[in-house]
């Protein structure tokens, strides 16, 4: 049997899990919150398997929450069971150690297996929190360029080789070209061309 604790700031939301849980011979509801604090001050005292977190609440959010309940020694898996599925809710929660990440319209039986599969370690996240974080791996960060990059990008705009643009920064060509490369990466781009509209876009030149 797996051992709950619920943590939420609304009243009927915990009453409805619970009564959800307790229809299911696989779980125990051992105790809940309504808030960060007071979830930690719990969770030292029943020792749950798994914690169904939401992230905003007041006195204490739930990615601080996350993060106290690892720093006191806690050995529960992290659900995090909210409403919110933005990138600045989901990374800080990932990051933090949360095993997985629901939204609260999950159907009962799904939430159920993640409950289970929690447990067991494996991550879970809902279809939409999945695709957020891939989109999110998959868009290049927005890292600034050099004041070098830059300059060598905006003679490259003006039509000059690589040759003519070590020449002209009095550097030598192959340094241009790793100051391209830095570049592409920063951009998200492969080429030249790209590189330079990349770059008008973010008004570097």
């Keep these: 049997m797996i051992g709950l604790l619920i943590v939420d700031d609304h009243p009927v939301v915990r009453d409805g899990l619970r009564g959800m849980f307790a229809g299911d011979d696989r779980f125990a509801v051992l105790?809940?919150?309504?808030d960060g604090q007071e979830a930690l001050a719990v969770a030292g005292s029943v020792d749950?398997?798994?914690v169904l977190l939401d992230l905003r609440m007041p006195v204490m959010d739930g990615?601080?929450?996350i993060r106290a309940l690892a720093?006191?020694?806690s050995r529960a898996r992290v659900l995090v069971l909210t409403t919110y599925d933005t990138d600045s809710d989901v990374l800080p929660a990932i990051k933090a150690g949360a095993t997985g990440y629901l939204l609260k319209d999950t159907p009962r039986e799904e939430l159920f297996r993640a409950v289970v599969a929690a447990h067991r370690g494996?991550?879970?996240l809902s279809p939409a929190v999945a695709g957020r974080l891939m989109g999110t791996l998959r868009s290049p960060a927005k890292e600034p360029l050099s004041q070098r990059e830059v300059e060598v990008l905006k003679l490259i705009s003006q039509g000059h080789s690589?040759?003519?643009a070590a020449k002209l920064l009095h550097i030598s060509e192959a340094t241009v070209k790793t100051h391209l490369l830095h570049a592409y990466a920063k951009l998200g781009v492969r080429d030249r061309a790209a590189a330079v509209a990349a770059a008008f876009e973010r008004g570097l030149l």
């Design 63 to 65: 990615v601080s929450t």
């Design 162 to 164: 690589n040759r003519e």
């Design 48 to 50: 749950p398997d798994v």
């Design 71 to 73: 720093g006191q020694g």
């Design 122 to 124: 494996e991550s879970v």
């Design 31 to 34: 105790g809940e919150a309504g």
